[in-house]
């Protein structure tokens, strides 16, 4: 039976060391590679856009007044009128 070939430390160090930089370099690409595209920006529809301008004006009120402690309350009475909620939450940074 032959002899098998001994390998010193530090080439045994060294082929680790080879290994796991290859395997960090390929999980960064992957990860790189599988990166979701940004949303594309869809239009706010009129009635949107004008609630979100009101919902603005009354913070700025609020906060005019001293009375912007974080807390408002909006609500629609409209039937039927579009739900803005994703817009909304867009806006003010919801998604985050």
């Not at 920006?41 to 004008?50: K, T």
């Amino acid at each position: 039976m032959p002899k098998p070939i001994r390998f010193s430390r530090r080439t045994w160090v060294a082929g680790w060391v080879l290994l796991c930089g290859a395997g960090i370099a390929a999980t960064a690409g992957l990860d790189a590679a599988s990166a979701p595209d940004p949303r594309p920006e869809e239009p706010v529809s009129a009635e949107c856009a004008e609630y979100i301008a009101d919902i603005e004006t009354q913070l700025a009120k609020a906060k005019q007044q001293g009375t912007d402690d974080g807390i408002l309350a909006f609500s629609r009475s409209k039937v039927g009128a579009d739900d803005c909620s994703d817009e909304i939450r867009d806006h003010f940074g919801g998604d985050r």
